[in-house]
């Protein structure tokens, strides 16, 4: 129904800047909420910022607030994740995301809302 593709990850320096892109097709109409969660091994999958397709209303996880932005580009059916200023335990595999059903913040942080996942692009930062 909704295909979601990313790209932009990389390896590099604390300090540093990194920008992921995650271009959705399909049936595009119905998604709500576009976001991105990441995961490294051992730990949780968990969120770190969404935006809503039509209002363009912006969420982020406390950890990456200042750093991160998130933006889309209605045109090209694509969110992007521009993140400044990273750090090594920045350092995970992101997923983008999209669901037609998280409207408020307890539900847009929730990764059991969404039903449609890319593959994950890996994000390394070194020290």
């Known amino acids: 129904q909704v295909q979601l593709v990313e790209s932009g990850g990389g390896l590099v320096q604390a300090g540093g800047s990194l920008r992921l892109s995650c271009a959705a097709s399909?049936?595009?109409?119905?998604?709500?909420?576009m976001g991105w969660f990441r995961q490294d091994p051992g730990k949780e999958r968990e969120f770190v910022t969404a935006?809503?397709?039509?209002?363009?209303?912006?969420y982020y996880a406390d950890s990456v607030k200042g750093r991160f932005t998130i933006s889309k580009d209605n045109a090209k059916n694509t969110v992007y994740l521009q993140m400044n200023s990273l750090k090594p335990e920045d350092t995970a595999v992101y997923y983008c995301?999209?669901?037609?059903?998280?409207?408020?913040?307890?539900?847009?942080?929730?990764?059991?809302?969404?039903?449609?996942w890319g593959q994950g692009t890996q994000v390394t930062v070194s020290s």
């Open positions: 399909g049936r595009t109409y119905s998604i709500y909420t």
């Open positions: 995301a999209a669901t037609a059903r998280a409207r408020e913040w307890v539900f847009i942080t929730t990764k059991a809302r969404y039903d449609y």
């Open positions: 935006i809503t397709w039509s209002g363009g209303s912006t």
